[in-house]
């Protein structure tokens, strides 16, 4: 019965107990918000650096070593891409290593999966040398090997980049299919 005479506790606004938890109420959601401003914005700076760092890095290689006047003087099939068009897939394959090697580093799967990190530099580089080679050097036999070793390197990328974020696993998706595309024409420039 003593619970029958228990009287409810009415809470005024102006008493100072709830004032001082209303102030801290506030403070803690505005410190929440700063930091959750904070992470946000290192993100996007984080996000800007992976993705424009490769992506520079192609272009600067376009730029040097990829107005091969050797490719569009040679003989090739129909089903050969233009110049140009090779360039713009190549700057597409990096944006979307760099996006998922992103989305990798912000999982914390370069931590959880050390070789991850080596086998996306192993296929940046391989692709950045795979330009130079065939196109400036005609060194069409060592690029099929630079060009099936960065696909190598880029089947271990999805296995690795799969297993942490299967969103960062299927962008390397498409990177797959044009290193792939990529061996045949140099298979192709072979026998020519």
């Known amino acids: ?18 004032t001082k938890d209303k102030d801290n109420n506030e403070k803690n959601r505005g410190n929440r918000r700063d930091k959750r401003m904070a992470m946000a914005k290192r993100g996007i700076r984080s996000l800007a650096v992976a ?16 107005s091969g006047h050797n490719y569009s003087a040679l003989p090739k099939p129909f089903w050969f891409p ?21 989305l990798v580093w912000a999982e914390g799967g370069f931590h ?3 070789t991850a990190l080596s086998l996306y530099m192993a296929q940046l580089g391989l692709s950045l ?4 080679i065939v196109f ?10 630079v060009c099936l070793a960065a696909f190598g390197a880029l089947v271990g990328c999805w296995r690795d980049f799969r297993a942490v974020n299967p969103i960062a696993g299927n962008l390397v998706k498409p990177c797959l299919a ?7 024409v140099n298979l192709k420039l072979v026998f020519l």
């Open 82 to 102: 233009p110049a140009w068009l090779l360039h713009i897939t190549c700057m597409a394959s990096s944006f979307l290593m760099g996006l998922s090697a992103w």
């Open 178 to 184: 044009w290193a792939a595309f990529l061996a045949i």
């Open 129 to 132: 040398l795979w330009t130079p």
């Open 136 to 145: 400036w050097l005609r060194a069409s036999w060592v690029g099929l090997v």
């Open 51 to 66: 993705v424009s760092f490769p992506l520079s890095l192609t272009l600067l290689n376009i730029y040097m070593f990829g």
């Open 1 to 18: 019965m003593e619970s029958q005479t228990l009287k409810q506790r009415l809470v005024r606004d102006d008493d100072p107990v709830v």
């Open 112 to 114: 959880a999966r050390p």
